[in-house]
């Protein structure tokens, strides 16, 4: 499976522990350079920091060459790279959570999942306990509606009740 990922959802993972779930679940894990660049700002959590200073060997960094595209001028670079990076691989799936880099990848024809979905998914494989993450997550500067967390929540329940 070929999976592109943006720097938030691997920031998150990585904050709440959770990011083993990415190579359990689809193997390697494209990014382009621009997402490992934000991963290693200064501004980035130093856990974070440390994590991208020795990626891990199922993380798989491109360079991407930059497109003139009106459409994505309006994304952050690392944003920008991941929509060209899936394109460019034919991605399977990419992870964003930004609303405004979401509704671009899915007008490209790009299957989108956010952290919360990769969570959801990773729940369902048994991968993860989606209460303690979802606890986790709630405790980083991570932002998501109300109604998102008891989404995730309740799909956790309904797995959990057969």
Do not use: C
């Amino acid at each position: 499976m070929s999976v592109v990922s943006n720097t938030s959802p691997l920031n998150y993972l990585v904050l709440i522990g959770a990011d083993h779930i990415l190579p359990e679940r689809f193997g390697t894990i494209a990014i382009p350079t621009a997402v490992r660049d934000e991963l290693s700002d200064p501004g980035t959590p130093a856990s974070v920091r440390a994590w991208i200073a020795l990626p891990p060997d199922w993380l798989d960094i491109h360079t991407v060459e930059p497109v003139n595209d009106v459409h994505l001028d309006a994304l952050h670079r690392g944003e920008r790279e991941a929509i060209l990076l899936a394109e460019k691989l034919n991605a399977d799936l990419i992870i964003l959570d930004e609303h405004a880099a979401r509704t671009i990848a899915q007008q490209r024809g790009l299957p989108v999942a956010g952290t919360l979905g990769v969570l959801n998914e990773a729940g369902t494989h048994g991968l993860i306990d989606i209460p303690e993450a979802t606890h986790r997550l709630r405790h980083t500067s991570f932002r998501a509606a109300p109604s998102l967390y008891k989404w995730l929540l309740d799909q956790h329940r309904q797995r959990q009740a057969g």
